[in-house]
Protein backbone atom coordinates (compact mmCIF):
# COMPACT_ATOMS: atom_id res chain seq x y z
CA UNK A 1 0.00 0.00 0.00
CA UNK A 2 2.67 2.36 0.29
CA UNK A 3 3.32 5.15 -0.44
CA UNK A 4 -0.46 5.78 -1.03
CA UNK A 5 -0.50 5.08 2.43
CA UNK A 6 2.39 4.19 4.99
CA UNK A 7 2.78 3.05 8.02
CA UNK A 8 4.40 3.88 11.26
CA UNK A 9 7.79 1.81 10.64
CA UNK A 10 8.74 2.15 7.18
CA UNK A 11 10.21 5.13 5.49
CA UNK A 12 10.33 4.17 2.13
CA UNK A 13 8.20 2.96 -1.00
CA UNK A 14 10.21 -0.02 -1.95
CA UNK A 15 8.80 -3.33 -1.78
CA UNK A 16 10.94 -5.45 0.76
CA UNK A 17 12.48 -2.64 2.67
CA UNK A 18 13.84 -4.42 6.06
CA UNK A 19 12.73 -2.76 9.13
CA UNK A 20 14.54 -4.02 12.07
CA UNK A 21 17.91 -5.53 11.45
CA UNK A 22 19.30 -6.23 7.92
CA UNK A 23 20.26 -10.23 8.74
CA UNK A 24 18.78 -13.01 7.22
CA UNK A 25 20.47 -15.04 10.07
CA UNK A 26 23.07 -17.53 10.02
CA UNK A 27 24.05 -19.66 6.10
CA UNK A 28 25.17 -22.30 8.13
CA UNK A 29 23.32 -25.59 7.81
CA UNK A 30 24.04 -26.72 11.28
CA UNK A 31 21.76 -23.72 11.93
CA UNK A 32 18.45 -23.66 11.74
CA UNK A 33 18.03 -20.71 9.88
CA UNK A 34 21.41 -21.54 7.81
CA UNK A 35 18.95 -24.80 6.93
CA UNK A 36 15.78 -23.00 6.33
CA UNK A 37 18.00 -21.36 3.77
CA UNK A 38 19.47 -24.33 2.19
CA UNK A 39 15.77 -25.96 1.58
CA UNK A 40 15.01 -22.66 0.30
CA UNK A 41 17.68 -22.66 -2.25
CA UNK A 42 16.19 -26.05 -3.69
CA UNK A 43 12.68 -24.69 -3.54
CA UNK A 44 14.07 -21.51 -5.87
CA UNK A 45 13.84 -18.83 -3.62
CA UNK A 46 13.90 -15.74 -5.45
CA UNK A 47 14.30 -13.49 -2.38
CA UNK A 48 17.05 -15.14 -1.44
CA UNK A 49 18.74 -14.91 -4.46
CA UNK A 50 18.36 -11.04 -4.43
CA UNK A 51 19.84 -11.24 -0.78
CA UNK A 52 22.90 -12.74 -2.01
CA UNK A 53 23.21 -9.84 -4.72
CA UNK A 54 23.04 -7.31 -1.76
CA UNK A 55 25.59 -9.22 0.20
CA UNK A 56 27.81 -7.39 3.03
CA UNK A 57 30.53 -8.86 5.20
CA UNK A 58 28.72 -10.68 8.58
CA UNK A 59 30.53 -13.85 8.89
CA UNK A 60 28.20 -16.57 9.08
CA UNK A 61 25.23 -14.16 8.64
CA UNK A 62 23.63 -13.08 5.23
CA UNK A 63 23.65 -9.29 5.93
CA UNK A 64 22.25 -7.59 3.61
CA UNK A 65 22.72 -3.73 1.99
CA UNK A 66 19.21 -2.51 2.80
CA UNK A 67 18.87 -0.47 -0.16
CA UNK A 68 20.49 -3.10 -2.47
CA UNK A 69 18.07 -5.59 -1.71
CA UNK A 70 14.84 -3.81 -1.71
CA UNK A 71 15.49 -2.32 -4.81
CA UNK A 72 16.80 -5.52 -6.60
CA UNK A 73 13.62 -7.19 -5.39
CA UNK A 74 11.42 -4.96 -6.36
CA UNK A 75 13.47 -4.90 -9.79
CA UNK A 76 12.66 -8.76 -10.03
CA UNK A 77 9.08 -7.95 -9.43
CA UNK A 78 8.16 -5.36 -11.60
CA UNK A 79 10.52 -6.60 -14.65
CA UNK A 80 8.12 -9.80 -14.39
CA UNK A 81 5.93 -9.99 -17.78
CA UNK A 82 3.16 -11.15 -15.19
CA UNK A 83 3.47 -8.65 -12.60
CA UNK A 84 1.58 -5.95 -12.21
CA UNK A 85 2.34 -3.70 -9.25
CA UNK A 86 -0.95 -1.69 -7.99
CA UNK A 87 -0.39 0.23 -4.94
CA UNK A 88 -2.97 1.37 -2.74
CA UNK A 89 -4.58 0.29 0.66
CA UNK A 90 -6.57 -3.48 0.66
CA UNK A 91 -9.72 -3.79 2.68
CA UNK A 92 -11.21 -6.54 1.64
CA UNK A 93 -10.31 -10.15 1.14
CA UNK A 94 -10.16 -11.07 -2.61
CA UNK A 95 -10.18 -14.75 -3.85
CA UNK A 96 -7.96 -16.10 -5.08
CA UNK A 97 -4.92 -14.30 -3.29
CA UNK A 98 -2.15 -14.01 -1.07
CA UNK A 99 -2.49 -12.35 2.02
CA UNK A 100 0.97 -11.40 3.31
CA UNK A 101 0.73 -7.88 5.31
CA UNK A 102 2.75 -8.90 8.12
CA UNK A 103 2.49 -7.28 11.87
CA UNK A 104 1.99 -4.00 9.99
CA UNK A 105 -1.13 -4.87 9.07
CA UNK A 106 -3.58 -1.51 8.42
CA UNK A 107 -6.22 -1.25 10.70
CA UNK A 108 -8.97 -1.48 7.61
CA UNK A 109 -7.64 -4.70 6.52
CA UNK A 110 -7.10 -6.29 10.48
CA UNK A 111 -10.72 -5.50 10.45
CA UNK A 112 -11.64 -7.36 7.63
CA UNK A 113 -9.67 -10.70 8.18
CA UNK A 114 -11.11 -10.61 11.26
CA UNK A 115 -14.65 -10.44 10.14
CA UNK A 116 -13.54 -13.07 7.31
CA UNK A 117 -11.93 -15.47 9.71
CA UNK A 118 -13.55 -14.35 13.19
CA UNK A 119 -12.70 -11.95 16.08
CA UNK A 120 -11.14 -13.94 17.75
CA UNK A 121 -8.84 -15.49 15.24
CA UNK A 122 -6.41 -11.96 15.48
CA UNK A 123 -3.95 -11.17 17.88
CA UNK A 124 -2.46 -7.79 18.16
CA UNK A 125 -0.38 -8.39 21.19
CA UNK A 126 2.60 -10.46 21.41
CA UNK A 127 3.46 -11.51 25.01
CA UNK A 128 6.50 -14.67 24.41
CA UNK A 129 8.51 -16.11 26.92
CA UNK A 130 12.20 -17.98 26.25
CA UNK A 131 11.90 -21.55 25.31
CA UNK A 132 15.28 -23.28 25.77
CA UNK A 133 16.47 -26.99 24.06
CA UNK A 134 15.92 -30.16 26.40
CA UNK A 135 19.22 -30.96 25.53
CA UNK A 136 20.89 -28.45 27.31
CA UNK A 137 19.19 -28.50 30.72
CA UNK A 138 21.05 -29.84 33.56
CA UNK A 139 18.12 -31.86 34.73
CA UNK A 140 19.94 -32.46 38.22
CA UNK A 141 19.33 -29.37 39.40
CA UNK A 142 15.64 -29.78 38.35
CA UNK A 143 12.84 -31.79 39.83
CA UNK A 144 9.42 -32.52 38.25
CA UNK A 145 6.00 -31.39 39.74
CA UNK A 146 2.77 -29.89 38.68
CA UNK A 147 1.32 -27.24 41.18
CA UNK A 148 -0.51 -29.71 43.86
CA UNK A 149 0.05 -32.94 42.07
CA UNK A 150 -2.80 -31.57 39.01
CA UNK A 151 -2.57 -33.02 35.71
CA UNK A 152 -0.32 -35.91 35.14
CA UNK A 153 1.43 -34.81 38.51
CA UNK A 154 4.96 -34.07 37.25
CA UNK A 155 3.91 -31.99 34.17
CA UNK A 156 6.53 -29.27 34.69
CA UNK A 157 10.15 -29.35 35.46
CA UNK A 158 10.96 -26.98 38.65
CA UNK A 159 14.23 -25.10 39.24
CA UNK A 160 14.21 -24.54 42.94
CA UNK A 161 15.89 -20.78 44.36
CA UNK A 162 17.26 -19.93 47.52
CA UNK A 163 16.23 -16.67 49.50
CA UNK A 164 19.54 -15.70 48.34
CA UNK A 165 19.51 -16.98 44.31
CA UNK A 166 15.93 -15.52 44.57
CA UNK A 167 17.06 -11.94 45.98
CA UNK A 168 20.02 -11.82 43.43
CA UNK A 169 17.81 -13.19 40.57
CA UNK A 170 15.56 -9.99 40.78
CA UNK A 171 18.32 -7.49 41.26
CA UNK A 172 19.73 -8.79 38.04
CA UNK A 173 16.29 -8.32 36.27
CA UNK A 174 15.77 -4.73 37.73
CA UNK A 175 19.14 -3.90 36.61
CA UNK A 176 19.41 -5.52 32.81
CA UNK A 177 19.54 -3.84 29.50
CA UNK A 178 15.64 -3.40 27.90
CA UNK A 179 15.14 -2.69 24.26
CA UNK A 180 13.98 0.88 23.82
CA UNK A 181 10.35 1.33 21.88
CA UNK A 182 11.95 3.18 18.86
CA UNK A 183 9.18 3.30 16.58
CA UNK A 184 5.50 4.54 18.21
CA UNK A 185 4.35 0.99 16.76
CA UNK A 186 6.41 -0.40 19.33
CA UNK A 187 4.56 1.40 21.90
CA UNK A 188 2.55 -1.20 24.48
CA UNK A 189 -0.10 -0.57 27.12
CA UNK A 190 1.14 -3.59 29.15
CA UNK A 191 -1.88 -6.25 30.10
CA UNK A 192 -1.98 -6.99 33.58
CA UNK A 193 -1.58 -10.88 32.74
CA UNK A 194 1.21 -10.80 30.65
CA UNK A 195 3.48 -8.05 32.29
CA UNK A 196 7.29 -8.10 31.45
CA UNK A 197 9.13 -10.38 34.34
CA UNK A 198 11.55 -7.55 34.88
CA UNK A 199 7.81 -5.16 35.13
CA UNK A 200 6.95 -7.32 37.87
CA UNK A 201 10.89 -7.62 39.05
CA UNK A 202 10.54 -3.60 39.83
CA UNK A 203 6.78 -3.52 41.53
CA UNK A 204 8.58 -5.21 44.82
CA UNK A 205 11.30 -7.62 45.99
CA UNK A 206 8.20 -10.34 46.51
CA UNK A 207 6.41 -9.89 43.75
CA UNK A 208 7.74 -12.26 41.54
CA UNK A 209 7.09 -14.93 44.36
CA UNK A 210 3.55 -14.85 44.42
CA UNK A 211 3.45 -14.70 40.86
CA UNK A 212 5.29 -16.75 37.96
CA UNK A 213 7.97 -17.92 40.67
CA UNK A 214 5.32 -18.75 43.40
CA UNK A 215 6.58 -22.63 44.91
CA UNK A 216 3.34 -23.04 46.93
CA UNK A 217 1.91 -26.39 45.82
CA UNK A 218 5.71 -27.64 44.31
CA UNK A 219 7.42 -29.45 46.97
CA UNK A 220 10.33 -30.55 45.67
CA UNK A 221 10.57 -34.06 45.71
CA UNK A 222 14.50 -34.90 46.98
CA UNK A 223 14.06 -32.69 50.10
CA UNK A 224 9.80 -32.51 50.67
CA UNK A 225 10.19 -29.34 51.25
CA UNK A 226 8.96 -26.21 48.94
CA UNK A 227 11.66 -23.84 47.56
CA UNK A 228 12.25 -20.28 48.77
CA UNK A 229 11.10 -19.58 44.74
CA UNK A 230 10.80 -21.78 41.85
CA UNK A 231 10.76 -21.10 37.83
CA UNK A 232 8.79 -23.66 36.08
CA UNK A 233 9.71 -25.03 32.32
CA UNK A 234 6.64 -26.07 30.32
CA UNK A 235 6.62 -28.69 27.78
CA UNK A 236 6.46 -27.08 24.17
CA UNK A 237 6.47 -30.05 21.95
CA UNK A 238 5.46 -33.71 21.75
CA UNK A 239 8.67 -34.85 21.71
CA UNK A 240 9.69 -33.06 24.99
CA UNK A 241 12.45 -31.42 23.10
CA UNK A 242 11.56 -27.48 23.83
CA UNK A 243 10.66 -26.36 27.23
CA UNK A 244 8.76 -22.79 27.86
CA UNK A 245 10.21 -20.62 31.07
CA UNK A 246 6.43 -20.12 32.33
CA UNK A 247 5.66 -16.62 32.96
CA UNK A 248 8.92 -15.05 31.73
CA UNK A 249 7.71 -12.41 28.61
CA UNK A 250 10.34 -9.59 28.87
CA UNK A 251 11.68 -6.63 27.18
CA UNK A 252 15.32 -7.40 28.15
CA UNK A 253 17.85 -7.63 25.15
CA UNK A 254 18.80 -11.29 24.02
CA UNK A 255 22.27 -10.50 25.80
CA UNK A 256 20.34 -9.85 28.96
CA UNK A 257 18.28 -12.65 28.74
CA UNK A 258 21.01 -15.30 28.13
CA UNK A 259 23.49 -14.16 30.95
CA UNK A 260 19.98 -13.68 33.68
CA UNK A 261 18.03 -16.54 32.64
CA UNK A 262 21.63 -18.94 32.54
CA UNK A 263 21.68 -18.22 36.86
CA UNK A 264 18.46 -20.05 36.91
CA UNK A 265 19.21 -23.49 38.53
CA UNK A 266 19.87 -25.80 35.73
CA UNK A 267 19.74 -23.50 33.10
CA UNK A 268 24.22 -22.67 32.76
CA UNK A 269 23.99 -24.05 29.85
CA UNK A 270 20.87 -23.09 27.93
CA UNK A 271 20.05 -22.86 24.52
CA UNK A 272 17.67 -20.52 23.70
CA UNK A 273 15.42 -21.94 20.68
CA UNK A 274 13.19 -18.21 21.38
CA UNK A 275 14.34 -15.21 23.06
CA UNK A 276 11.29 -13.70 24.93
CA UNK A 277 9.79 -10.62 23.68
CA UNK A 278 6.70 -8.33 24.31
CA UNK A 279 5.57 -5.97 21.31
CA UNK A 280 2.98 -4.98 19.06
CA UNK A 281 2.51 -7.59 16.20
CA UNK A 282 -0.58 -8.82 14.59
CA UNK A 283 -0.93 -12.47 13.56
CA UNK A 284 -3.02 -15.22 12.94
CA UNK A 285 -4.14 -17.97 15.30
CA UNK A 286 -3.22 -20.48 12.35
CA UNK A 287 -4.15 -23.60 14.24
CA UNK A 288 -7.73 -22.35 15.05
CA UNK A 289 -7.91 -20.05 11.82
CA UNK A 290 -6.54 -21.57 9.16
CA UNK A 291 -5.67 -24.76 7.07
CA UNK A 292 -3.10 -26.92 6.70
CA UNK A 293 -1.32 -25.08 3.43
CA UNK A 294 -2.76 -21.68 5.58
CA UNK A 295 -6.08 -20.89 3.81
CA UNK A 296 -9.05 -19.76 5.03
CA UNK A 297 -10.73 -23.35 6.26
CA UNK A 298 -13.45 -22.52 3.86
CA UNK A 299 -11.67 -21.06 1.04
CA UNK A 300 -8.43 -23.32 -0.33
CA UNK A 301 -7.63 -20.17 -2.77
CA UNK A 302 -7.51 -17.70 0.15
CA UNK A 303 -4.01 -17.92 1.37
CA UNK A 304 -1.98 -16.65 3.89
CA UNK A 305 1.83 -16.13 4.29
CA UNK A 306 4.47 -14.18 6.85
CA UNK A 307 4.55 -13.21 9.51
CA UNK A 308 0.98 -12.85 9.69
CA UNK A 309 0.99 -16.39 9.69
CA UNK A 310 2.05 -16.78 13.50
CA UNK A 311 6.04 -17.43 12.24
CA UNK A 312 8.68 -15.17 13.82
CA UNK A 313 11.96 -13.67 10.97
CA UNK A 314 12.58 -12.54 7.55
CA UNK A 315 13.55 -15.89 6.79
CA UNK A 316 10.63 -17.93 7.84
CA UNK A 317 8.46 -15.20 6.34
CA UNK A 318 9.99 -15.48 3.34
CA UNK A 319 9.65 -19.20 3.49
CA UNK A 320 5.45 -19.39 3.27
CA UNK A 321 5.38 -16.89 1.30
CA UNK A 322 7.29 -19.46 -1.07
CA UNK A 323 5.26 -22.13 -0.37
CA UNK A 324 2.05 -20.07 -0.54
CA UNK A 325 2.82 -19.03 -4.26
CA UNK A 326 3.53 -22.69 -5.12
CA UNK A 327 0.61 -23.87 -3.59
CA UNK A 328 -1.87 -21.32 -5.29
CA UNK A 329 -0.20 -22.13 -9.10
CA UNK A 330 -1.11 -25.64 -8.12
CA UNK A 331 -5.18 -24.83 -7.17
CA UNK A 332 -5.21 -22.06 -10.05
CA UNK A 333 -4.14 -25.42 -12.32
CA UNK A 334 -6.72 -27.72 -10.78
CA UNK A 335 -4.06 -29.77 -8.31
CA UNK A 336 -3.97 -30.15 -4.68
CA UNK A 337 -2.15 -27.81 -2.44
CA UNK A 338 1.11 -30.00 -1.16
CA UNK A 339 2.99 -29.41 2.49
CA UNK A 340 6.59 -29.81 3.11
CA UNK A 341 7.90 -32.97 5.11
CA UNK A 342 7.63 -33.09 8.05
CA UNK A 343 11.40 -33.77 8.27
CA UNK A 344 12.07 -30.32 6.96
CA UNK A 345 13.02 -27.51 8.56
CA UNK A 346 10.42 -25.36 6.95
CA UNK A 347 7.69 -28.93 6.75
CA UNK A 348 8.50 -28.34 11.18
CA UNK A 349 7.73 -24.92 10.95
CA UNK A 350 4.23 -25.89 8.96
CA UNK A 351 3.22 -28.57 11.22
CA UNK A 352 3.77 -25.94 14.65
CA UNK A 353 1.14 -23.72 12.87
CA UNK A 354 -1.50 -26.82 12.24
CA UNK A 355 -0.90 -28.87 15.38
CA UNK A 356 -0.61 -26.52 18.47
CA UNK A 357 -2.61 -26.07 20.98
CA UNK A 358 -4.85 -22.92 19.52
CA UNK A 359 -5.24 -21.93 23.57
CA UNK A 360 -1.27 -21.47 23.89
CA UNK A 361 -0.02 -20.82 20.17
CA UNK A 362 2.89 -18.33 20.10
CA UNK A 363 4.20 -16.76 16.79
CA UNK A 364 7.72 -19.32 16.15
CA UNK A 365 10.78 -19.14 14.68
CA UNK A 366 12.89 -21.65 12.56
CA UNK A 367 14.67 -24.12 15.13
CA UNK A 368 15.52 -27.89 15.79
CA UNK A 369 13.37 -28.46 18.58
CA UNK A 370 10.53 -28.19 15.98
CA UNK A 371 11.75 -31.04 13.81
CA UNK A 372 10.64 -34.54 14.31
CA UNK A 373 13.24 -36.38 16.57
CA UNK A 374 15.73 -38.84 15.15
CA UNK A 375 14.92 -42.83 15.54
CA UNK A 376 18.20 -43.40 16.64
CA UNK A 377 19.21 -39.84 17.87
CA UNK A 378 23.57 -38.87 18.29
CA UNK A 379 24.13 -38.08 22.08
CA UNK A 380 26.53 -35.27 20.61
CA UNK A 381 24.42 -32.20 19.39
CA UNK A 382 26.33 -31.30 16.85
CA UNK A 383 26.40 -34.43 15.31
CA UNK A 384 22.61 -34.81 15.78
CA UNK A 385 22.20 -31.38 14.00
CA UNK A 386 24.42 -33.09 11.38
CA UNK A 387 21.71 -35.78 11.12
CA UNK A 388 18.56 -34.02 11.58
CA UNK A 389 19.70 -31.59 8.10
CA UNK A 390 21.08 -34.31 6.02
CA UNK A 391 17.42 -35.61 6.32
CA UNK A 392 16.09 -32.67 5.66
CA UNK A 393 17.96 -31.47 2.91
CA UNK A 394 17.37 -35.20 1.17
CA UNK A 395 13.87 -35.07 2.09
CA UNK A 396 13.21 -31.13 0.54
CA UNK A 397 15.40 -32.61 -2.20
CA UNK A 398 12.76 -35.03 -3.21
CA UNK A 399 9.75 -32.79 -2.46
CA UNK A 400 11.16 -30.06 -5.09
CA UNK A 401 11.73 -33.02 -7.40
CA UNK A 402 7.88 -33.68 -7.50
CA UNK A 403 7.24 -29.96 -7.76
CA UNK A 404 9.29 -29.87 -10.64
CA UNK A 405 11.35 -26.97 -9.25
CA UNK A 406 14.00 -25.65 -11.90
CA UNK A 407 16.85 -23.90 -9.92
CA UNK A 408 18.35 -21.01 -11.35
CA UNK A 409 21.97 -20.91 -12.15
Known amino acids: MRPVKMTPAHQTENLAELVCSNTFKSVEPLHAHGLLKAEMRLLGSIVLEAADVARIPG ?29 GEITDLPSPAIIATGPLTSDALAQAIAAR ?7 FFDAIAPIVSADS ?25 SQQEYESFVSALITGEQYVPGHEWDNVSYFEGC ?28 TGREAYAVVQLRQEDRAAQMWNLVGFQTRLKTGAQQRIFRTIPGLEQAEFLRFGSIHRNSY ?10 LAAKDDARLLFAGQLTGVEGYTESAATGLMAGINLARLLAGEEPLLPPPTTMLGSLYRYL ?8 QPMNANFGLMEPLANAPKDKFKKKEALAERAMKAMGDFADQLGVEINA
Open 195 to 222: LPVEEMAQRGMETLRFGPMKPIGLPDPR
Open 354 to 361: RETDAKRF
Open 284 to 293: LNAPQALSPH
Open 117 to 123: LGVESLA
Open 59 to 87: GSALAVDRVVFAKGLEARVSGHGNITIVR
Open 137 to 161: LDFSRLFKASRYGKGGGDDYWNAPF
